[in-house]
């Protein structure tokens, strides 16, 4: 097993360059401070986590449907949400390095964490964390708009519509992905914190009263997410809030925790925001946000409980949750080995099956090329690759993850088999191309974490 240590870290970050998968962003001019790419196979990762999520939380389930709001929207909406009045970290300044930081992350209170400067850190002020831009091409105060902290208020704001235009009644839930921005003071630990990032959340109208019912199903559900997804449980906590770190109209909030090599930290968090967001709404539009329920002729305000889950800090945590560094002996040579392996959940990983001719010749190539159209016809990602030493290709797919790699030799070619090489297991097992398909789809529905 690999070590868990900040080292880890580095050499978990170099793979992500190496192999494709994260870029420091706009690195040829020498990168910009916690900003990052998504390199092919980053690209692959990101979309599978959005897939399972999206999957698991709108298309697998009656409840709940989808959207897909506007970054900038009317700033009237911040002012009602409370983002503009209340969005801040309290930040503190050390007079001695000069360096800013949160409030809330201080190890020691009155000590600079950077310098270690006692007594020197000047009183808390409060940092509104919205980016702030203009629409259209006057740039005063009153052409003010702000880029979206989150995707949630694009929800509240459309309740109205999708109720009347998706004919949906409470209990029933709103989801969203997309990009949101928070001009945050500290980012850092790669893609943990940044300031651009994605997040995933769904809002959940119920009817009043139901609320702790469903803050508790939606603990269970989100957690058990993670783990079907090839996250070892023993590396997930369940966090509840303490009274004096809940927001204002929040009753109680619970965040999903991975042990990331640098300590414990925040997945997502599942909330319970009562009727605070319609609320306001209602109050600042003028407009009438509430739910008739038909059969008990009762009009209501929906209470609400939020899972909020970040796309980029799922997409890390299952990178670092499968990264793997074996100690293999050759049995003939007892030559001591490494080998670097990310044991992705199939779903997640980002190419399914790599196909490779054991040499370049005899008609190989063809029929790998021609077994790799048959998987991509039916779905399933494939990857080629003639080059190097057969070992040496399972070892690359091993390092980015691949599940499955097919061989073909000449028995493909005389018997119409190939083999497939298992990612976990290395274990080799040979089956007729015909079948090649359905054997892809069934290891991928069995797949357990060793
Ligand atoms: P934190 O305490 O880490 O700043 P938060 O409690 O403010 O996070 P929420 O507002 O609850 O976060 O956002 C929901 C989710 O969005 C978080 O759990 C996280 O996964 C993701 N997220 C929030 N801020 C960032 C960020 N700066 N970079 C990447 N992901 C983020």
Not at 399 to 426: A, K, Q
Request: hydrophobic fraction near 35%.
């Amino acid at each position: 097993m690999a070590s868990k240590s900040p080292d880890l870290m580095e050499r978990i970050v170099s793979l992500c360059k190496r192999r494709g998968f994260v870029f420091q962003s706009s690195e040829i001019y020498g990168g910009f401070n916690s900003c990052y790419d998504y390199g092919p196979l980053g690209a692959e990762l990101k979309r599978n986590v959005k897939n399972a999520w999206w999957q698991a939380m709108v298309t697998g389930r009656e409840d709940i449907v989808g959207l897909d709001s506007a970054i900038i929207q009317h700033p009237a909406i911040w002012q009602a949400s409370g983002h503009l009045a209340g969005f801040a970290d309290l930040l503190v300044d050390c007079r001695v390095c000069k360096g800013r930081f949160r409030e809330d992350h201080l190890e020691q209170k009155g000590v600079c964490p950077n310098c270690g400067g006692k007594g020197d850190l000047t009183e808390a002020r409060a940092f509104n964390l919205m980016f702030k831009t203009f629409a259209g091409p006057v740039e005063d105060a009153s052409h003010t708009v702000y880029l979206r902290p989150e995707t949630a208020q694009g929800i509240f704001t459309n309740f109205v519509n999708v109720v009347n235009s998706a004919r949906m009644k409470p209990p029933f839930g709103i989801a969203q992905i997309g990009k949101s921005f928070r001009n945050e003071i500290t980012p850092g630990n790669f893609v943990f914190r940044t300031r651009e990032f994605e997040q995933m959340e769904m809002e959940f109208f119920i009817p009043p009263g139901e609320d702790d019912q469903w803050y508790e199903y939606w603990i269970k559900q989100r957690h058990e997410w993670y783990v079907r997804f090839g996250v070892r449980a023993e590396k997930l906590r369940l966090r509840k809030h303490d009274d004096d770190e809940l927001a204002h109209y929040s009753t109680g909030c619970t965040d999903v925790e991975y042990e990331f090599p640098f300590g414990w930290s925040e997945l997502e968090g599942i909330a319970k925001r009562g009727c605070f967001d319609l609320t306001q709404h209602s109050e600042a539009s003028g407009k009438d946000l509430s739910f008739f329920d038909e059969a008990k002729k009762e009009r209501y305000l929906p209470h609400v409980v939020e899972p909020a889950a970040g796309c980029d800090r799922a997409a890390m945590t299952f990178l670092v949750d499968a990264y793997d560094e074996e100690k293999l002996v050759d049995q003939k040579s007892g030559k001591e080995d490494v080998r670097t392996v990310l044991h992705f959940h199939p779903q997640i990983a980002p190419t399914t099956t790599a196909v490779f001719p054991l040499v370049k010749k005899e008609g190989m190539p063809e029929k790998a090329k021609e077994i790799q159209g048959i998987l991509q016809a039916a779905g399933i990602s494939s990857f080629y690759d003639q080059k190097g030493a057969i070992g040496r290709r399972y070892r690359r797919q091993d390092e980015v993850g691949t599940p499955w790699c097919l061989t073909v030799d000449g028995d493909t070619l005389s018997e119409g088999t190939v083999t497939i090489r298992d990612r976990d297991s290395m274990k080799q097992d040979r089956c007729p191309v015909a079948d090649l398909v359905e054997e892809i789809r069934t290891r991928v529905r069995n797949w357990k974490r060793e």
